[in-house]
């Protein structure tokens, strides 16, 4: 069997390519693509090219996908929560409505039955007729990722995959059918026939359904989530975070119908966002290199021999960079020519060996059955050291799985790790998933040093007595033994505190609550008593004091727009006690407390709420109780950071220096709760395009320190890094380290390029 190869490529857009569809109601060979760019462009095929032959308007903010609708016409699903439903001869929209109140994150066409489809972050998602909402399917608990239509001989059913890990199948809007089975974010669904579909997932698996309910099959080859899948004749491709797609074919087994991998195309790019295909069965891929690539298994239609070497060469740069940040290679380790008669375990695999003292790499063809040399391994610096063989857990490769045992009578859990990681947040991270207590954080940590060989001398620690904390003057946690908390030799990175914004003028509040007291109507005002205590009441921690204050908070928090501010920057000094937040949450519930802020942490509240706003959010952030309220709302609120920066601009250099400041807290302190809790690819990747924007739009120093700062804590990850470098961080940190007053600016930007191997 002929095996995929390139057949063409170009730059399609300047970010993350989210989405293609290619146009299977016409004849021609053409399909839509949709970027972080905010473009949706429209191609088609020449032999060996790609042609762009339609542009949209720039849209308002990313697009997350796109579909055709007709032979003429793209709707695309965007950020903004709009759709909007261009033909291919004119740049903007002939139609365009707010779908949403959230992101859009998918969109399909019944072409049947003439109706568009909407899945969103706001956990719901829409049937529409022209632009009109006629279904409103409501029950997901999480953000709606993906939907699908599935067509019977009488009726249309729509099946929606979310967040919360589950998968419906509707008529109308009313939920007929429920599955479950999947232990991660359902990411895409692939209907087969009115009687099986697949759905993908986080979980780097892929589930094979009968429109019943019944798990026919459960398919593993990726080794990280997997974000789309598209139908072949006889099969279909997947693609995923393992910078990879994958092509599977279904054969018979046992008299039944499953899929086994037969083939995997590595790209060189972070991620793989999508995947798409011909009549023909050729591919075509976006990827968050913002390149397409179409790839073909007929011969006559492949790339050149020269231009297949140059890219299978970008490949191998990629997986060299990434091996390089777990494990440097040593040429003195690596295995001899011998190597290459044991046949490899997978298409593509990749080894790399000493060939007369030089590093080769080959790749395994399962169609050849046999390993191609694919060149000289160049730029990489020996270190004695090899990786284990690895055991596969939850479908994904780790260097070790150990097993766990917790208590008696009980099996034991397992427990995966890899040699470049931290034990002690791999440990943290076990406990939290298991919901074991931290008072076995110390005892899982040193279990994995011990049993994984862990060379702690790989990492640079730092003494907890000689170092401080650049914002609080707190020494930063280091933990105790033989373990370092960080693979950075900053002094400045990674942070694994979060930072409070608890400097105020408390007889100023006061003395402006009072003010606007005395000019609004009785119903909105409180008493001249309870003010007058009210700054003896934020010098105390007590019930009474949490009780007293909340009375308080509980009529000024109905006060209009431009009397607000002094109460949102009372609210800003409350939560940092625990207790008062608990009985906030208590009161509000952690839904009604979001639902609260988010009056204020929008552009259009004025840039003075704005920023008092992040700051209540800055400060939820370090406490136990806030994380628990924010966690959920990370992506919401990093999609509202990127409003506000885009929005603020042109506000005072004060206004927006005391903004800035606070968004950039806000990032420091989600980037160490990304430390705490593992954050998707997709938000970690949102999150350093967000710190990029903001670095870009700010000038005073201690806000960039800050953004540097969150920068570093989310490199700590390796594959964070390439995301970086692809976001072209560079020029802005050669910039900042030529800072001297404050040192700290420079000096912090200069370790930023050496952790980014610059």
Known sequence: MESYKLRAQCQGHSGDVRSVDVQRLGNDESFAS??????????KLGDNSINRIFQSELHQKYIGAVVWTSSENVATACQDGFVRIFTHSEEMPFQSFKAHSENVSCIEYSATNKLLITGS???????????????????????VWCVAVVEDVDSMYVLTGSADKKI???????????????????????????????????????????????????????????YSLTQLSNGFASCGEDRSVRIWQFQRKD???????????????????????????????????GILRIFSKDVSRQAAEDVQMAFQDEVIKVEVAVQQQNDEIDIKNLPGPESLLEPGTRDSQFKIINENNERICYSWSASKQEWEKIGNVVGVNDKNKQCSSGKEYMGKRYDFVFDVDVQEGLPPIQLPFNEGDDPYM??????????LSQHFLDEVANFIIKNSNWNATKL??????????????????????????????????PQTNPVRIEQANIKGIVAKLKDFNAKLPSELSVTSDALDSLEGLMLGTSETNADRLLAILATTMHWPNEYIFPVLDLLRLAVIEENFTQKLVDTLTPLG????LKKYFIPSAGVVNVMLSTRIIANLLTSTIGKKIILPEVDTILLTVIDIIENCKNSSD????????????????????????????????SMLDIIRSLLENCSDQESQFRILVALGTMLQEGRMKLVALSLEFTPLLNNLKKVSDPEKLGHCAEDLLKALGV
């Open 34 to 43: 949709g970027s972080r760019d905010k473009y949706m462009r429209i191609w």
């Open 121 to 143: 972050w706001d956990k719901t998602a829409k049937v529409w007729e022209e632009n009109q909402c006629i279904y409103e399917l409501k029950g997901h608990s999480a953000a």
């Open 168 to 226: 419906f199948l509707w008529k109308k809007d009313c939920c007929v059918q429920k599955y479950e089975g999947h232990t991660d974010a359902v990411r895409s669904l692939l209907v087969l026939s009115s009687n099986e579909f697949l759905s993908a997932s986080n979980d780097a698996s892929i589930k094979h359904w009968s429109i019943k309910g019944d798990c026919i099959a459960t398919y593993y080859s990726h080794e990280n989530y997997i």
């Open 255 to 289: 008299l039944k119908r499953q899929a086994e991998c037969i083939q995997i195309i590595r790209h060189p790019a972070i991620s793989v966002w999508t995947v798409g295909a011909f009549s023909n069965d050729d591919i075509v891929t976006g990827s968050s290199d």
């Open 426 to 435: 791999a440990a943290q991270k076990f406990l939290t998933e298991n919901e």
């Open 460 to 493: 640079q620690s730092s003494s907890s007595s000689s170092y401080v904390d650049p914002f609080t003057g707190a020494g930063r946690y280091v933990p105790s033994g033989n373990a370092a908390t960080t693979t950075s030799a900053s002094k400045y990175f």
């Open 593 to 596: 407390l979001i639902e609260l």
């Open 654 to 685: 004060s206004q927006r220096k005391q903004l800035n400041i606070a968004l950039s807290t806000v990032l420091l302190n989600i980037s160490v709760l990304n430390m705490q809790h593992d954050f998707s690819m997709e938000t970690k990747a």
